[in-house]
Every structure is written in C-alpha cells, then in structure tokens.
C-alpha cells in the first residue's frame, strides 16, 4: 500500500472534523479533505523530513487551509451576486454590499439544504426544476426551502435589529 493510502486511513476523520468545523457542510468538508491530500501527494516529500508527531499536524493544517479556500471561494460567489431589494428586501443597505460580516456570513450559516437552494437559485440561476433535480427533492420542496432561507435570515436580521422594511 502506498504512503498516500496509509495516510488517508490514518487521519482522514481528523482531517474532516477540521474541514467541517471551517464550512459547516458534510460535502464541502469531504472535498476540503480531496484537496488536501492532492496537496500532500503533491509535496509528500516534505513528510519523510517531519517527526512523525508532526505528520498529524500537518495533514490537518493541509485540511484546514483546504477548507479555508473553499470558503473563501464560496464567499467571493455569494459577494458577486446581486442582492437586490427584489431578492432580500428585509436587509439594510449597508449588508447588501458590506465586505465584512454582512448578509454572506449570515447566508453560511444557515442549514445547508436553506445554504444550497440560495446557492442554486441566486448564484447559479437555476430553476426550480433543475433545482428539484440536483437536491432529489419535489419543485414544492425546494420553494418550500427557499421560503425558509429567507424567513431565516429575515428573523436573524430582525433579532439583530438591522430588518429594513
């Protein structure tokens, strides 16, 4: 067996648990982990000169950083989408386009089927159809979903007294 496969089934749930701390979606945290060890199989060379207390640290930090990128790509996805009066017209105008801690940070945290379906229908511009399709729900579950992510972060926004009607 390879170095790459013993690696993986020695610390892949360690190298999840990070991920998923970092995105909060079992499918991002498992591609985070991917990526990761592409970067290993990449530079595994760098491990035979690590202690072998240190391999464990570095393939969660390889995770982690994975992760990161990964949220941050999601985050520069949702910042380049318009959010219009139309689409959110509860959230203030300083959220609509605030690079720090605005509507894309309350937006991550949302359950991920409420996540995905903002995705897919604002991000992605899919129609309820084709959204139906990829989550294997009814077009009435994913309107359903939708009206729930935004009554979600409308009660978040009027708990944090920023609701703007």
């Known amino acids: 067996r390879s170095e790459l496969e013993d ?5 892949n749930q360690d190298m ?3 991920a998923f701390q970092v995105l909060r979606n079992e499918s991002d945290a498992e591609d985070a982990v991917q990526e990761a060890f592409i970067g290993i199989w990449k530079h595994l060379g760098k491990l035979h000169e690590l ?8 393939v969660i930090n390889a995770a982690r950083n994975a992760a990161i990128d990964i949220y941050r790509q999601k985050k520069k996805r949702w910042k380049e989408v318009e959010l219009t009066d139309e689409k959110f017209p509860y959230l203030c105008s300083e959220d609509k386009h605030s690079e720090e801690d605005g509507i894309y940070e309350r937006i991550a945290g949302l359950p ?8 897919l229908k604002y991000v992605y511009g899919f129609p309820y159809g084709e959204m139906a399709k990829i989550l294997g729900i009814s077009k009435e579950g994913v309107k359903k979903a939708l009206t729930r992510a935004r009554s979600r972060l409308e009660k978040i926004c009027r708990e944090e ?3 703007s009607d």
């Open 7 to 11: 690696l993986y089934e020695k610390y």
């Open 16 to 18: 999840f648990r990070m």
């Open 51 to 58: 202690e072998p207390e240190r391999i464990r640290w570095y």
């Open 112 to 119: 991920d089927r409420e996540r995905e379906v903002l995705m």
């Open 161 to 163: 007294g920023r609701y």
